[in-house]
Nanobody, 121 residues
Framework: QVQLVESGGGSVQAGGSLRLSCTAS?????MGWLRQAPGKEREGVAG???????NHADAVKGRFTISRDNTKNTLYLQMNSLKPEDTAMYYC??????????????????WGQGIQVTVSS
């Protein structure tokens, strides 16, 4: 079992920045960020694997950057130029293998509790 603990969420005005962090209890091959807004399905934001494979959703390309520090078992999501539509609960997820799609919720086995990000206009 892998425990994931997210931090760094909060409220910000449109155009602002936030950095999310997720610390895992052990090293895992693939990690990702997914989000769920009220009334909407959970969607992938960005994912990265130990091979260097990574992907960002079209909605966040150019604004969000995923990265990881393997020495700290920590995943990051730098979020710039935030928009009100980025408001959601953000979840850190992980898997010991590549599930075929870094942005698909079904590709991850372990999940964090989630952290709220609110962007006001």
């Amino acid at each position: 079992q892998v425990q994931l603990v997210e931090s760094g969420g909060g409220s910000v005005q449109a155009g602002g920045s936030l950095r999310l962090s997720c610390t895992a209890s052990t090293w895992v091959y693939c990690m990702g960020w997914l989000r769920q807004a009220p009334g909407k399905e959970r969607e992938g934001v960005a994912g990265i694997c130990g091979s260097g494979l990574l992907n960002h959703a079209d909605a966040v390309k150019g604004r969000f950057t995923i990265s990881r520090d393997n020495t700290k078992n920590t995943l990051y999501l730098q979020m710039n130029s935030l928009k009100p539509e980025d408001t959601a609960m953000y979840y850190c997820a992980a898997s010991h293998s590549y599930g075929g799609a870094l942005l698909a919720p079904g590709g991850y086995r372990f999940w964090g509790q989630g952290i709220q990000v609110t962007v006001s206009s």
